[in-house]
Nanobody
C-alpha cells in the first residue's frame, strides 16, 4: 500500500507563489519504484498531469502550461514530494492531487497509470 497526504494549498494573488507538499509512505512504496506526479483538475475540465519525477530523482516532466514556473522535487529520502509554484496565474486555479504510479515515469503522464492518489488540495489564484 501507498499513502499520500498533501498539504500547502491556499489562496494567492496572481504573480504569487505556493509550495505543495506530499508525504508518501507505505511498505510497497519503500521497496518499489514509483513515478511520482502532480495532477490538477479545474471545475468542468479533465484532470491534467502537471509534473512528474521518478522516485529517487531523475528526469522530470512538465506540462507546457507550467514550464518555467513550477518545479517538482523530492527530499533526500524520497518520502516527501514538492511542487513549487511561482508566477501563479488565475488559470492555475484547481484542485491539485499528488499521485504515485508503479514503475518508471512515461514521457507524458496519464492519470490511469497512477494507482495511488492523495486527497487533493485547493489552489485558488485571484486576478
Amino acid at each position: 500500500q501507498v499513502q499520500l497526504v498533501e498539504s500547502g494549498g491556499g489562496s494567492v494573488q496572481a504573480g504569487g507563489s505556493l509550495r505543495l507538499s506530499c508525504a508518501a509512505s507505505g511498505y510497497t512504496y519503500r521497496y518499489n519504484q514509483y513515478c511520482m506526479g502532480w495532477f490538477r483538475q479545474a471545475p468542468g475540465k479533465e484532470r491534467e498531469g502537471v509534473a512528474t519525477i521518478n522516485k529517487g530523482g531523475g528526469s522530470t516532466y512538465y506540462a507546457d502550461s507550467v514550464k518555467g514556473r513550477f518545479t517538482i522535487s523530492q527530499d533526500n529520502g524520497a518520502t516527501t514530494l514538492y511542487l513549487q509554484m511561482n508566477s501563479l496565474k488565475p488559470e492555475d486555479t484547481a484542485i491539485y492531487y499528488c499521485a504515485a504510479g508503479r514503475g518508471w515515469c512515461l514521457t507524458r503522464p496519464r492519470s490511469d497509470n497512477f494507482g495511488y492518489w492523495g486527497q487533493g488540495t485547493q489552489v485558488t489564484v485571484s486576478a
